[in-house]
């Protein structure tokens, strides 16, 4: 699917909107770029502001792949704009809209931010263990089988994007719903020795159809998943695990 | 106008200002982090290869302690850093680790038994003794004499930076996203918060508080070319250099890391090379060897940058559509290694240059990566020159790096020094009355709007993004890992007139609220003053020593040199910072200035060296103990509840 192009003239079309102006209505504005080599979609939307529109708004930190910031809707996917090359897109016209569910702070920029904190006040992302403030911090620390560490680092590489929100059936239906990213977080600590939560405190927080009962199983935050973070497993894996816990 | 009070104020929301907010609100106390993103977005989440603390669990890390890992820090710094901070740094590291286990890090751990590794261009067999199973591994990196970078694959920053915010939301810490710290409220010698810019609806607002702590990160981005973040700008630097009061320290002291990926800039991390990794020329010849028998490539970042730019003068580069550049080659080390403990490595190679790392050679080239200078604090993180501000991490001078960092010793200064200055900042917080500043507040609030008034209402003037993409090429040719007295000097004229141009900037877009050119314009002469310290500061000091190689004055030199620039910006108008020199105190020295066996050994020594060697010499023949000799040379100081010794496999707490 790859394109060799070089030196197209490329066309973004962009979504315009400044919630906080009155004055301001949706619409979508079109900005043409030569293509160069390497130009990725950070490049692209930083030439087109400095060069020709500087009230656009976009938000990356890192430009890496690793932050999470920069999710958007590029060609109707949810996508990092900073990692996603112009050459991959056949047609020289790339349409770019801010993702959906998450409060619109202008243009390109969502406030993934506050939604992320949410969902980690509500499903508690932290060990629980009554003896963590106790634990001498000069003695040898506590074993833990090579590839336990390795299997909830597998877990934990979720980078907060909001790409498994922007891409859930579920979540554009009812705004409740936790979702992929708040699974994968209940399923990194249920997988942690360290954290004594017990199945059913897990299930008081999921156990219901805001929670992993409620996934219609479209699997959009599988399939666009940046970090190819094993969504379907995990999910359908904590459902048994849920499901389980009511039958003791 | 909208007042904030707290009793903790911390300006950055990565590991070091995380740390720090969690040391305060444990102890009882108000925190508020002030972020310009997410807090998990910050760039501490970047850091890819790991953590150095000498825990000792791994076959190549036995032997290790506090006293192995103090001399590699002392030898890589070029004897420029604080040797009490290292020391304080060294016996709290091995603790800072252990905490984050508990906390939820999932540290890579020793499996028992033998594995394959790859030490010099060789396949070889490790064994692990069972009694390490289950304890935290590490890999090798530069400049170390053991393996002691402890490590999550390859995303180790990542997790630390996941476990520390976890931790801070579970104890409630509060964190403003979006929102930028402009100025700092202060008066006579006393600091009392910021005036702080929303960055949605461009709303300015008082933060008072009773300690205020900058830890903003590095200012990698007044470079065109560099591995930082967007948001490593350096503006929280100029925070403090902007009152007048709190001077920076070696600024001049930038690090240029080996392998960026060309042309995006982006890091690929030294564990490519700690795990085995080699770096060929256009030929595919591995030349480090040459240049470096013992190291290889495996010495300084300071020293393999050097010698691959000199490799490349040679006509040894790849030449490219983006310049030139030489090849990292991972190959070696296998598919299964690379995509378990480098697997984000392969992820930007995949994406950003369309290889792959198991089959494909690197493009890389010594890019800029890590700022040694900051806000210069004393020991204890208490900046100079204003009572109540504090600084941590990258953003600061602390000194644990003097003039070259070792790889791994960044990620875990933010955590080790926010949790010994988080104790200090509390210490403070408790002996210290909030004063509500509210008139004086109010001054500085209505200074700062006004600026941004007469900014927005100027109908022509200068651009932000050429001002700022001009200081950024300039400083990328003249003040780079080779330097020269005329180009710096060019440098400063330079800088100087875009200093000059930066009073007339103006806006195209006049909105107040969620406008990123205004956010930019507000930046642009901070940025500048901060690269004016680099350029200033690096023009002036004449000898080479760690990552500041003049090419015309080659030596490292003791006699003149072994002091710390001091950087004060005196009135706003100045166009150049008046610089002060802090002597280090060579006779208290644990390790004086030596030899760091890089090359040809290049120093003019101090006429005080054979004298401090000679008791340092004597004073170790009397005391066996290592503590004990320690204690003897250099006495330094700890919050109480972190001055324990470290327990290590086998050794118990000797």
């Not at chain 2, 700022?371 to 504090?390: H, P, Q, V």
Request: proline share 4%; aromatic share 8%.
């Amino acid at each position: 699917m790859e394109t060799q192009a070089t030196g197209r003239k490329l066309t973004f079309e962009i979504l315009r909107f400044d919630p906080h102006d009155p004055k301001s209505k949706p619409r979508m504005v079109n900005y043409e770029l030569q293509e160069a080599p390497g130009m990725s979609i950070f490049i692209a939307l930083t030439l087109i502001r400095e060069t020709q529109d500087p009230s656009l708004q976009f938000d990356f930190v890192c430009r890496a792949g690793i932050c999470g910031s920069c999710a958007m809707v590029i060609n109707g996917k949810p996508m990092l704009a900073c990692r996603t090359q112009t050459k991959i897109f056949p047609h020289p016209k790339i349409t770019l809209m801010p993702m959906p569910v998450f409060e619109l702070i202008g243009d390109l920029s969502v406030n993934t931010g506050k939604v992320m904190r949410e969902i980690s006040e509500r499903v508690k992302t932290w060990i629980h263990d009554k003896r963590q403030d106790d634990i001498d911090v000069t003695r040898l620390e506590e074993t833990m089988e090579p590839e336990v560490a390795d299997h909830v680092y597998e877990l934990d590489r979720c980078i907060e994007c909001g790409i498994c929100l922007a891409a859930c059936g579920t979540k554009r239906m009812r705004d409740d719903f936790l979702g992929a990213v708040g699974f994968m977080k209940i399923a990194r600590f249920l997988a942690d020795p360290r954290d004594h939560r017990s199945d059913h405190d897990f299930y008081e927080l999921i156990g219901n159809d805001r929670g992993v009962f409620g996934c219609m199983s479209l699997m959009g935050c599988e399939d666009f998943c940046p970090k190819e973070l094993p969504h379907q497993e995990q999910i359908a894996y904590l459902r048994r695990r849920m499901v389980f816990d009511q039958q003791k | 106008m909208k007042v904030i009070y707290t009793d903790s104020l911390i300006i950055g929301g990565g590991l070091a200002g995380l740390r720090v907010a969690i040391a305060c609100k444990e102890r009882g106390h108000d925190a508020i982090v002030l972020s310009l993103v997410p807090a998990k977005r910050s760039h501490s989440a970047a850091a890819q290869g790991g953590m150095q603390a000498s825990l000792g669990n791994s076959s190549k890390g036995q032997g290790d302690n506090e006293d192995v890992h103090f001399e590699d820090t002392v030898k890589g710094s070029d004897w420029g850093c604080d040797q009490r901070v290292a020391r304080m740094f060294v016996n709290t590291a091995p603790k800072a680790i252990r905490q984050l286990a508990a906390w939820g890090v999932p540290w890579s751990r020793i499996q028992a038994g033998e594995r394959s590794a790859v030490v010099n261009a060789e396949r070889v067999t490790l064994t692990e003794s069972l009694d390490a199973h289950g304890l935290i591994n590490s890999r090798d990196f530069g400049g170390t004499k053991k393996w002691r970078t402890c490590y999550t694959s390859d995303g180790t920053g990542h997790t630390m930076l996941y476990a520390v915010d976890n931790r801070a939301i579970q104890d409630g810490v509060e964190v403003h996203e979006r929102k930028e710290a402009i100025a700092l409220i202060h008066e006579g010698d006393r600091c009392y918060g910021a005036i702080v810019r929303d960055l949605i609806t461009g709303e300015l607002s008082a933060y008072l508080a009773k300690a205020t702590t900058i830890a903003t990160g590095g200012y990698g981005r007044i470079y065109s070319i560099t591995t930082n973040a967007l948001i490593c700008e350096g503006t929280g630097q100029a925070l403090a250099l902007e009152t007048g009061k709190t001077p920076l320290g070696n600024m001049e002291a930038v690090q240029f890391h080996p392998t960026a990926i060309v042309p995006a800039g982006i890091l690929v991390t030294e564990g490519c090379r700690g795990d085995g990794g080699l770096l060929r020329d256009v030929d595919g010849y591995r030349f480090m060897p040459d240049y470096e028998p013992d190291k290889k490539e495996l010495a300084s970042r300071d020293v393999v940058s050097r010698r691959m730019t000199e490799h490349m003068r040679k006509g040894k580069g790849v030449k490219g559509p983006f310049g030139e550049h030489l090849w990292l080659d991972i190959t070696l080390l296998g598919r299964e290694h690379i995509e378990k403990n480098l697997r984000e490595v392969k992820e930007i190679c995949q994406y950003f240059l369309g290889i792959d790392p198991v089959v494909d050679y690197i493009p890389v080239r010594p890019t800029q990566h890590y700022s040694m200078g900051g806000i210069r604090t004393n020991e204890k993180g208490a900046a100079y020159g204003l009572l109540g501000l504090f600084s941590v991490g990258e953003a600061a001078c602390w000194d644990l790096h003097g003039f070259n960092r070792l790889g791994g010793n960044s990620v875990a200064e933010t955590v080790v020094a926010g949790m010994l200055i988080g104790e200090y900042v509390a210490d403070f917080v408790e002996t210290h009355d909030l004063h509500l500043q509210r008139g004086l507040a109010m001054d500085f609030l209505n200074r700062e709007k006004e600026r941004i008034t007469k900014l927005v209402e100027r109908k022509s003037g200068e651009d932000a993004f050429t001002l700022k993409r001009e200081m950024q090429d300039l400083m990328m040719d003249n003040v780079s890992v080779f330097r020269q007295g005329p180009v710096l000097e060019q440098g400063v004229a330079k800088l100087t007139e875009l200093l000059e141009r930066s009073r007339n900037l103006a806006v195209k877009n006049q909105k107040l609220h969620s406008n990123p050119e205004l956010a930019e314009a507000l930046k642009v002469q901070k940025m500048l003053k901060i690269a004016q310290c680099v350029t200033f500061g690096a023009a002036k000091r004449t000898e080479s020593r760690g990552a500041h190689a003049r090419e015309d004055f080659i030596y490292r030199d003791d006699a003149n040199w072994l002091k710390r620039t001091l950087a004060y910006w005196d009135n706003p108008d100045d166009v150049l910072p008046r610089l002060e020199y802090e002597p280090l105190d060579l006779m208290s020295m644990e390790l004086p200035p030596g030899f760091r066996g890089y090359g040809k050994k290049n120093i003019i020594d101090h006429p005080d060296t054979p004298k401090r060697l000679a008791e340092v010499e004597a004073v170790a023949a009397q005391h066996p103990d290592r503590f004990e000799r320690q204690q003897a040379l250099m006495k330094y100081d700890l919050p109480e509840r972190y001055q324990g010794k470290n327990e290590r496999l086998g050794k118990g707490f000797n």
